[in-house]
Antibody, heavy 123, light 107 residues
Framework: EVQLVESGGGLVQPGGSLRLSCVAS????????MNWVRQAPGRGLEWIAY????????LHADSVKGRFTVSRDNAGNSLHLQMNSLRVEDTAVYYC????????????????WGQGTMVTVSS | DIQMTQSPSTLSASVGDRVTITCRAS??????LAWFQQTPGKAPKFLIY???NLESGVPSRFSGSGFGTEFTLTISGLQPDDFGTYYC?????????FGQGTKVEIK
């Protein structure tokens, strides 16, 4: 079964740090681009970070650039998000999501999602 | 950034109804558009990609259409499992952006 399982969420004070992890199973992880997408309480979805398969390119949304860093460990089938200088507005459920691939072509949309991990930034 | 605007924000419908949701992009995204369904407390579910292609396992009562800046998601014969919030997402241009969502409620 194709699966993504996130962990690492919790309560942190403004200015603090947290590291999220996502472990993948059921597919050839190293071949896929992986992403983080977040959803603030009662709000919509926001893509925030991308790490490609293969060449290892990283992208971050402007809202987190310079504060969050995405990384991956292909040997461990895992994706990580190091979150520094956290703000109240970073409070959200953070989802790990796989980019959709059809044959050898991959697209920047998301076919497999984890269950999410909640991050609360509050004093 | 490309802004995605969905309408309506909320709609009430009955089981068996035909439902249409519209998604408009602030500039052309060609056919690089996806649709997702989300139920409370759950992760989004991938329904449609490239505007009109149904993901494997998604019931055929779901269909998508459109190109450029205007897109629709249609559910032909609403079922109890179809209630929830639907999101469109463009993947033509970085950063990839979502609509604000359309909540489909039981009438």
């Amino acid at each position: 079964e194709v699966q993504l399982v996130e962990s690492g969420g919790g309560l942190v004070q403004p200015g603090g740090s947290l590291r999220l992890s996502c472990v993948a199973s059921g597919f050839t992880y190293r071949s896929y681009t992986m992403n983080w997408v977040r959803q603030a309480p009662g709000r919509g979805l926001e893509w925030i970070a991308y790490f490609s398969g293969g060449p290892g390119a990283m992208l971050h949304a402007d809202s987190v650039k310079g504060r969050f860093t995405v990384s991956r460990d292909n040997a461990g089938n895992s994706l990580h998000l190091q979150m520094n200088s956290l703000r109240v507005e970073d409070t959200a459920v953070y989802y790990c999501a796989r980019s959709y691939c059809s044959g050898a072509t991959c697209y920047n949309t998301f076919d497999i999602w984890g269950q999410g991990t909640m991050v609360t930034v509050s004093s | 950034d490309i802004q995605m605007t969905q309408s309506p924000s909320t709609l009430s419908a009955s089981v068996g109804d035909r439902v249409t949701i519209t998604c408009r992009a602030s500039q052309s995204v060609s056919n690089w558009l996806a649709w997702f369904q989300q139920t409370p407390g759950k992760a989004p579910k991938f329904l449609i990609y490239k505007a009109s292609n149904l993901e494997s396992g998604v019931p055929s009562r779901f269909s998508g259409s459109g190109f450029g800046t205007e897109f629709t998601l249609t559910i032909s014969g609403l079922q109890p499992d179809d209630f929830g919030t639907y999101y469109c997402q463009q993947f033509n241009d970085f950063p990839w952006t979502f609509g604000q969502g359309t909540k489909v409620e039981i009438k």
